[in-house]
């Protein structure tokens, strides 16, 4: 059985087994569901074996305990993808792609992280796929207020989540679009608009709404609450840091550096050192909702 889904304009398509256990995991993707395929960019099936896999390996993600595991391997003609939940637990899922990204299959090899499998092949097509469609699948949590999406970036553990929760908490008017993996994408008329995904980390937030960018905002533990404005320097190294992609492969690298050149020059970048607390949101938010 075949479903598509459509993510920030961009649609993209699941062939799994009828009766397959994954049918009754994807909640998460039902507010993206779409009838017909509409001309996928992409396409995932589910399958039971795979061909020998390249063997040259492209890129290992952080391997830290608690981290993700997620490793690519390349050859001429595919992409390979490893991935398990964290180190030290067996790899769940193994990934074929052309090279194009245009079609993939993916092999569950440990049903107990089947969805982590399928979540994470999608979205290393998404964001591999895109990469050259002005379109950046960002590690952020986004609070919309005032009609505007605002993106907290920072590594994990940094406190994005904590200071969307400030907001929800004291700033009238806030509500939370994602919290781990929006996307952001440049239009033909020039505008940012940053929509939610079917990916939000430990949050449940898939919302298929939209909003223009108002900002982003790197976070920074500190002593005092100050909110400062990024140059255009500082606003491109934040996107870079905080997007996803091979920017070690020349062609992905040229499509995202296209992408943040058009993001930094149209909407704003700060800095916000902060603490944990109820003055933090009110002095991002002074700032940020006059904009």
Known sequence: MRKSFKVAGHVFSFSIPNGHSLWKQLKQYAPFEISGDDNPIFELEIVGSLPELPANEVYVGNEEPGEPVIRLYADEESWAFEMAPYSGRPICGKALSNKDFTKAQLMITNTQDALFALNNAAMLMYAFRTSSMDTLEVHASV??????A??????????????????????????????????????????????????????????????????????????????????????????????????????????????????????????????????????????????
Request: proline share 5%; net charge positive; aromatic share 8%.
């Open 143 to 148: 609070i919309v207020n005032g009609g505007k």
């Open 150 to 291: 605002f993106l907290w970036m920072a590594k994990s553990g940094t406190g994005k989540s904590t200071h969307s929760k400030l907001w929800l908490k004291h700033i009238p008017g806030s509500h939370l679009l994602n919290d781990d993996n929006p996307i952001v994408r440049v239009h033909e008329d020039g505008n940012v608009v940053v929509y939610g995904s079917p990916w939000s980390g430990k949050t449940p937030c898939y919302k298929n709404e939209h909003y223009p960018a108002g900002a982003f905002v790197e976070i920074k533990r500190s002593p005092d609450n100050n909110i400062i404005r990024k140059n255009l320097f500082e606003s491109y190294a934040l996107l870079y840091s905080s997007s996803s992609g091979l920017k070690n492969n020349r062609i992905m690298a040229d499509g995202l550096h296209s992408t943040f050149e058009k993001i930094a020059t149209k909407v704003p970048c700060y800095t916000l050192e902060c603490r944990p607390d109820e003055e933090a949101a009110k002095v991002s938010s002074s700032e940020l909702l006059a904009l």
